[in-house]
Antibody
Framework: QVQLVQSGPEVKKPGASVKVSCKAS????????LSWVRQAPGQGLEWMGW????????NYVQKFQGRVTMTTDTSTSTAYMDLRSLISDDTAVYYC????????????????WGQGTLVTVSS | SYVLTQPPSVSVAPGETARITCGGK??????VYWYQQKPGQAPLVVYD??DRPSGIPERFSGSNSGNTATLTISSVEAGDEADYYC??????????FGGGTKLTVL
């Protein structure tokens, strides 16, 4: 069955970086996109951007540009999300989500999700 | 930027019908997706544009016209209590989520 298994919780100090991994199994990794969505405590869902493992194309929400890097390792079917210069407002659960591709540059929706990784930013 | 507006909460008695709305400019011309999120769990897609994913009960249905999309849950059960989010893709804003609606089963 399709699974997305994420790395464990992280506690970081302001200004630090965090790298969250998402290992996919049960499907062809390069046939879908991979998005990252975060959810601050008690808040709604916020899409951060996505990557197309087939060709490495990325699209980041402007809010995160310059601070986030999304990559994939197709040999291990693993996606990574690197977020730098952390602030307290980055405290959230970060989800990876398999993304149905509408066109080669347009995401459609998210049909499978990882279990989430809690990132806490605190001094 | 494109904005999706959902009511913060909807309450319904067991066995009744719940309707959760998602407002957006000309949303009727877009594909709308609905997610259910229970406490401590990842979201789960319950309706994608005009179809129900495999495993989702027929009690879940959707409609979309004009400036409002609606997720309808008929014969509501206690297990349907959750937060529900709508989502679209927009050329000016990329992926957009609504603010979420908490469904309470009385």
């Amino acid at each position: 069955q399709v699974q997305l298994v994420q790395s464990g919780p992280e506690v970081k100090k302001p200004g630090a970086s965090v790298k969250v991994s998402c290992k996919a199994s049960g499907y062809s990794f390069t046939n879908y996109g991979l998005s990252w969505v975060r959810q601050a405590p008690g808040q709604g869902l916020e899409w951060m951007g996505w990557i197309i493992p087939y060709n490495g194309h990325t699209n980041y929400v402007q809010k995160f540009q310059g601070r986030v890097t999304m990559t994939t390792d197709t040999s291990t079917s693993t996606a990574y999300m690197d977020l730098r210069s952390l602030i307290s407002d980055d405290t959230a659960v970060y989800y990876c989500a398999r993304t149905i591709v509408a066109t080669m540059t347009i995401p459609s929706f998210f049909d499978q999700w990882g279990q989430g990784t809690l990132v806490t930013v605190s001094s | 930027s494109y904005v999706l507006t959902q009511p913060p909460s909807v309450s319904v008695a067991p066995g009744e019908t719940a309707r959760i709305t998602c407002g957006g400019k000309n949303i009727g011309g877009k594909s709308v997706y609905w997610y259910q999120q229970k406490p401590g769990q990842a979201p789960l897609v319950v309706y994608d544009d005009s179809d129900r994913p495999s495993g989702i009960p027929e009690r879940f249905s959707g409609s979309n016209s004009g400036n409002t999309a609606t997720l309808t849950i008929s014969s509501v059960e206690a297990g349907d209590e959750a937060d529900y989010y709508c989502q679209v893709w927009d050329s000016s804003s990329d992926v957009v989520f609504g603010g979420g609606t908490k469904l309470t089963v009385l």
